[in-house]
């Protein structure tokens, strides 16, 4: 569905729209907006972080403070190639890219497998301030304990469709919600 | 130990045996060759003065036992060193991948939590080299024997074969060391390729000044050898010495390092990107760049060894009625245009593969999964995979310009280099025809992009058997580089030229056109 999203495959029914755009027709202008972070990053292995975070975050959107605010933030150190990097930094390297670009609406495809429990807490940190700034943050995700954590709206997908949809707040109990909805 | 070894030997159950056997039948295969090559004794002689030329010396080596010269001689002169590069890179990739890289995926360290001494992980490793080695070298030795031919001798093979092994040993040993001095497999890796290329420079300068610069280099030591003729053995144990200090100072720098780390300190990479990086065209070069720089130097190479024999073709081919009816094609050429011509008939189709492997790169990195990442940027799909088809375009012409200037150079300017990027371009249309298709696939039918190897490999093949014998019309016509009149043996025509450049454009149009359009994998 994210890749639906993104205008890299079209959808064999209905229709998707971001910004009030056409995802497959328009995805040039709303990729200006919006960033990514995919469930498995692959990463070019003769790159640095860096370099690699530099070139997702782009040329004209290029902000070196933001960048090294995110690098700190979540420990990563840019100057290695991505071949020596783990699971979990390859998902950092992604992450700082994404957060440092200035977008409006940010894609997370299970952005914390591979994390560890401190990092995983400084990315809620950040998915709370990117909210606050009023963006739109779309998570995808197994981990419901992160889910009622951070997100103000929930749906559960099964088998390709919305099954149900729910606005939480601190007095919500999703797993309760979701083990009702039979969306296992 | 033992147990450590036979674990090292379960490893390499598969890839040790490949390599032995790669290198045994090669040598079966070339060695069967010089009874029809060069069937008698004057011919051998013809052969080894052609050796004697500048190019060929610094490419395989001095030649020697002109007085005595046998077909052994001669086979030992040309093919020695080639085995010793082979056998060289064996044991340097064997060696990193038991030592440094195992270290670098920690799997040293699970292994370090067993029972074992912890300079085990670097001792087991080259007393399995020095084992793969001398099998090596006995199987090379027997193979030679079993051909037998005209002035082999048992001493001779077995210099020949010990050759081989010390050479491998040695380079197992140099690794090793390698392997505690840099921290990452790359590093080890580019030092020892590195130090074989500088071998083999060394010795090509010492071969070419008769100096005894060849003496510093192992592959220069171990030609001294001169199998089948003196067939010394001092060389052999000059090479050892080295080897054993080098196993020392591994084990020596094995004790005193941390694990996971090397003796010379990690050099960091770039922390950003350098603005070239970030235009599309900088990005497409950056991922091509690698295999244009190898790929290049290559065919300048192969132009310059190719350039070498002109001067002497007469001599080569007079004793040789079948490859004389292969260069002239059976028209009243003359030699040396219908050698030209049969050359840049088969380099131009070499020449296509970088191009072709530029054309695919895209769809290699939609199969690796960063095809989301790319397109998650606001940038549409042609504008980066144009950069890849410009860059395949560069290619078609730089290769072909690196191969005349090539054979220009090493002809010492007999050809004119004018004329031969002339005909050189007469191919460009065919190989464009093969970025062309690969282009198409990308777009049209991304699942069956491999087909463009098979088309390939087939118009190779046809290219080559038609050189020898007749092929069906309906098979040449697979072949787009039969389409390209064969310059300068047959007059240039523009038409096809034209026909191929006007398809080729097509091509590419409609691979471009579906691939903005199509789903991603």
Known sequence: MIRILLGIIRPTRGEASIFGLDVYKDRIPIHA????????????????????????????????????????????????????????????????????????????????????????????????AKHGEGNTIFLSSHILSEVQRIATAVSIIKKGRIEETLLIDEHSNLEQFFYESDGV | MNRYLLFITRRERIVTPLWILSIFSSLLFFTVLYPTLIPTAEEALALARTMQNPAMVAMMGPIYGIDAIS???????????????????????????????????????????????????????????????????FFSACGLLIVNLEGTTLCGALAFGAAMGVVGFFFAALTLLLAQLFATTTGVVTAGLSFLGGSYILRAFGDLQESSLSLYSPFGLALKV?????????????????????????????????????????????????????????????????????????????????????????????????????????????????????????????????????????????????????????????????PFLLIAFIESILMTVLLALGLVLGSANILALGEMIC????????????????????????????????????????????????????????????????????????????????????????????YERRDLD
Request: charged share 15%; hydrophobic share 50%.
């Open chain 2, 423 to 514: 005909y050189g371009f007469a191919y460009l249309p065919a190989i464009w025809l093969l970025g062309g298709i690969a282009t198409f696939l990308v777009g049209v039918l991304p699942s069956l992009t491999s087909l463009i190897w098979l088309l390939f490999a087939s118009s190779f093949i046809i290219t080559y058997v038609k050189q020898i014998t007749q092929v069906p019309s309906w098979l040449s016509a697979l072949n787009p580089f039969e389409l390209i009149p064969r310059v300068p043996i047959e007059p240039f025509k523009a038409k096809p030229l034209v026909a191929l450049t006007i398809m080729v454009a097509l091509l590419v149009g409609g691979g471009l056109y579906r």
């Open chain 2, 71 to 137: 077909q052994a001689i001669v086979m030992s002169q040309e093919t020695l060193l080639w085995y010793l590069i082979a056998i060289a890179l064996m044991n340097i990739f064997l060696i990193t991948r038991h030592t440094r890289t195992d270290e670098e995926l920690g799997r040293v360290e699970l292994l370090l939590a067993q029972p074992i001494a912890s300079k085990t992980p670097a001792i087991a490793p080259i007393i399995f080299a020095l084992i793969v080695n001398i099998i090596i070298a």
């Open chain 1, 33 to 128: 907006r919006l960033a990514y972070v995919p469930g498995e990053v692959n990463l070019w292995p003769n790159f640095t972080g860096g370099e690699v975070i530099d070139l997702l975050v782009g040329k004209e959107r290029l902000d070196r403070k933001r960048i090294d605010y995110y690098l700190d933030l979540f420990e990563l150190d840019p100057s290695k190639k991505c071949k020596t990097y783990s699971k979990g930094n390859r998902q950092k390297v992604a992450l700082v890219a994404a957060f440092a670009s200035p977008a409006e609406v940010f894609i997370l495809d299970e952005p914390t497998s591979g994390l560890d429990p401190l990092m995983e807490q400084r990315f809620q940190q950040a998915v709370k």
């Open chain 2, 226 to 386: 001169q199998a089948f003729y003196t067939n010394d053995l001092w060389p052999i144990g000059i090479i050892l010495l080295p080897a054993v200090a080098l196993i020392g100072l591994a084990l020596l720098f094995n004790h005193v390092r941390d694990h996971g780390g090397g003796i010379i300190p990690q050099r960091a990479g770039r922390a950003h990107a350098p603005k070239s990086l970030l235009s599309p065209l900088g990005f497409a070069w950056r991922l091509s760049r690698g295999v244009m720089i190898a790929w290049g130097s290559a065919l300048f190479i192969l132009g310059l060894s190719y350039g070498s024999v002109i001067g002497e073709l007469d001599t080569f081919v007079q004793s040789n009625e079948l490859m004389k009816a292969i260069i002239l094609q059976g028209g009243p050429n003359t030699l040396e245009d219908g050698y030209v011509a049969l050359i840049f008939a088969i380099m131009a189709m070499v020449a296509g593969i970088p191009v072709m492997l530029s054309a695919l790169r895209i769809r290699g990195e939609e199969l690796r999964g960063r095809s989301e990442l790319i397109f998650a940027q606001p940038t549409n799909r042609i504008g980066v995979y144009l």
